[in-house]
T-cell receptor, first 113, second 112 residues
Framework: GAGVSQTPSNKVTEKGKYVELRCDPI?????LYWYRQSLGQGPEFLIY????????DSGLPNDRFFAVRPEGSVSTLKIQRTERGDSAVYLC???????????FGPGTRLTVL | AQSVSQHNHHVILSEAASLELGCNYS??????LFWYVQYPGQHLQLLLK????DPLVKGIKGFEAEFIKSKFSFNLRKPSVQWSDTAEYFC??????????WGAGTKLIIKP
């Protein structure tokens, strides 16, 4: 079946703008995770959903970042008033249940000019 | 909180050499352990995992890893590497809230 998909694959924006990044998990996976990966580092946890609710959002760096998963499938990560430091690859992963292996999407490369 | 360290950030080997990449995590208890790989231009994919049972786990493409509880380690090994193993390798361990905590990664370059 289809894997995790993320759109767009690349996003270039200007400082101060608003962006939305979309993640479409594997069908039937109840858990969905967002990570951020900067150059030369491992992924950094942002938030995860169990169904529609955010089970743990402790990794969101500040209140400019927000994520939703209204129907328990597709999720959108929203970043307001983007800053140059937000530039990174944003990764989405899903798993059948929360403790299982996570399957990753290709990521969205966000560049804030 | 859980933390993961990978000791080598860059490794360069010739084909047919043996490989061992180190991974240590900060605290024990019941742990699930993962190695992920990212080939150039591709997304992260699972190489192997340990949940319970035999501490020597076999993964794809001839990789294996050994969980040593007393050393808080989960080192990745391959007896004979190939040029196609050139990639970045990440060790990851779930925190108490199931979020994966990642090592910084090891970039492996295999010289043909």
């Amino acid at each position: 079946g289809a894997g995790v998909s993320q759109t767009p694959s690349n996003k270039v924006t200007e400082k101060g703008k608003y962006v939305e990044l979309r993640c479409d998990p594997i069908s039937g996976h109840t858990a969905l995770y967002w990570y951020r990966q900067s150059l030369g580092q491992g992924p950094e946890f942002l938030i995860y959903f169990q169904g529609t609710g955010a089970a743990d959002d402790s990794g969101l760096p500040n209140d400019r970042f927000f994520a939703v998963r209204p129907e328990g499938s597709v999720s959108t990560l929203k970043i307001q008033r983007t800053e140059r430091g937000d530039s990174a690859v944003y990764l989405c992963a899903s798993s059948l249940v929360v403790s299982n292996e996570q399957f990753f999407g290709p990521g969205t490369r966000l560049t804030v000019l | 909180a859980q933390s993961v360290s990978q000791h080598n950030h860059h490794v360069i080997l010739s084909e047919a050499a043996s490989l061992e990449l180190g991974c240590n995590y900060s605290y024990g208890g019941t742990v699930n352990l993962f190695w992920y790989v990212q080939y150039p231009g591709q997304h992260l994919q699972l190489l192997l995992k340990y949940f319970s049972g035999d501490p020597l786990v076999k993964g794809i493409k001839g990789f294996e890893a050994e969980f040593i509880k007393s050393k808080f380690s989960f080192n990745l090994r391959k007896p004979s590497v190939q040029w196609s193993d050139t990639a970045e390798y990440f060790c990851a361990v779930p925190d108490s809230n199931y979020q994966l905590i990642w090592g910084a990664g090891t970039k492996l370059i295999i010289k043909p």
